[in-house]
């Protein structure tokens, strides 16, 4: 499986981004599809995940209500859509694949490369 992320940049606090990951190669084994982030300095850390056969999505509370995952299937593609955006947002934002739903990032199996977004004050 091969994830390519984009979308990443710099934004104010309260803007918006938007981040798509398009995923390829043998997507059978790849229920969960999500994101990570990491924090200068931090661990990487769960933000959210989508199923991709039933929509199903969960978030860590710090972006709920702000953060939307999303996925076009045609297009082998998910979504996170950032709203109300806040300094501690700042990391690099990775997107994941994994056979099962999971917010511990060792467990997860196929990684996109990361994408940085910087939100200033």
């Known amino acids: 499986v091969q994830l390519q992320a984009s979308g990443g940049g710099l934004a104010h606090a309260g803007g918006s981004l938007k981040l798509s990951c398009a995923v390829s190669?043998?997507?059978?084994?790849?229920?969960?599809r999500g994101w990570f982030r990491q924090a200068p300095g931090k661990e990487r850390k769960f933000v959210g995940v989508?199923?991709?056969?039933?929509?199903?999505?969960y978030y860590v509370d710090s972006v709920k209500g702000r953060f939307t995952i999303s996925r076009d299937n045609a297009k082998n593609t998910v979504y996170l859509q950032m709203n109300g955006l806040k300094p501690e947002d700042t990391a690099v934002y990775y997107c994941?694949?994994?056979?099962?739903?999971?917010?511990?990032?060792?467990?997860?199996?196929?990684w996109g490369q990361g994408t940085l977004v910087t939100v200033s004050s």
């Open positions: 989508i199923g991709w056969t039933d929509g199903r999505t």
């Open positions: 994941a694949a994994n056979r099962f739903m999971t917010d511990d990032p060792t467990r997860v199996s196929s």
């Open positions: 190669g043998d997507t059978s084994e790849t229920y969960a």
